[in-house]
Nanobody
Framework: VQLQASGGGLAQAGGSLRLSCAAS????????VGWFRQVSGKEREFVACISRSAGTTYYTDSVKGRFTISRDTAKNTVSLQMNGLVPEDTAVYYCAAADRGTLLGVTRPDFWGQGTQVTVSS
């Protein structure tokens, strides 16, 4: 599957952004799909994912209650709605997919999209 991420940009603290990950090749429900983020000089970290088939969602603790991941099978996309942004959310965000149930504990997904920069100003 090929993944195309979009939607990054600049937001003020407390603001919102929406990221989208468009998949081609297979349906998004055939994979666990999610988002990771990386700050320069640090390891890439898991943010959120939606499980294969059932669509159960998982989040890292720091974004729970602020970010929402969703799947649109008609458009073959997975989106990440980010509300209540804080400067610590500033990072390059990567869409990822794996041929398994979830992305929990996965450090090397099978597929990566290109990164999209999210910058939150205070």
């Amino acid at each position: 599957v090929q993944l195309q991420a979009s939607g990054g940009g600049l937001a003020q603290a407390g603001g919102s952004l929406r990221l989208s990950c468009a998949a081609s090749g297979r349906t998004v429900s055939s994979y666990a799909v999610g988002w990771f983020r990386q700050v320069s000089g640090k390891e890439r970290e898991f943010v959120a994912c939606i499980s294969r088939s059932a669509g159960t969602t998982y989040y890292t603790d720091s974004v729970k209650g602020r970010f929402t991941i969703s799947r649109d099978t008609a458009k073959n996309t997975v989106s990440l709605q980010m509300n209540g942004l804080v400067p610590e959310d500033t990072a390059v965000y990567y869409c990822a997919a794996a041929d398994r149930g979830t992305l929990l504990g996965v450090t090397r997904p099978d597929f990566w999209g290109q990164g999209t920069q999210v910058t939150v100003s205070s």
